[in-house]
């Protein structure tokens, strides 16, 4: 059984595990008689309160604002800006020259 629980749990840990698959298999050993039901539904919840801690925080549109503000990143705006100013004092240092 620990050995089995073992593996169940760092299947959780490699990638997340559906409901439905968790059930399955744990309906499975049951019926094959290798845990007993008890041992299934104590299993069945550790795996998903194992399963809960490890889900990723839902992203919503605020934390990504919030995540992007924090790096202090350019806006392609603030280039395309820039680019036009860079473009005219280009010009005007040609200009100059040509005199």
């Known amino acids: 059984m620990e050995e089995l629980k073992k593996l169940m749990l760092a299947t959780v840990g490699a990638a997340t595990i559906s409901l439905e698959k968790i059930d399955s298999t744990l309906n499975e050993l049951v019926e094959k008689g290798k845990l007993s039901v ?5 299993l069945r919840e550790e795996l ?3 399963n809960r801690k490890e889900e990723p ?12 503000d924090s790096l202090n990143l350019v806006s ?3 280039v395309e800006l820039l680019e036009e100013k860079i473009k005219l004092l280009e010009e005007r240092v040609l200009l100059l020259e040509s005199k």
């Open 48 to 50: 998903i309160k194992k």
């Open 57 to 68: 925080e839902t992203l919503t549109r605020e934390n990504l604002d919030s995540m992007i």
């Open 38 to 42: 008890k041992e299934g539904k104590e």
């Open 76 to 78: 392609k705006r603030e």
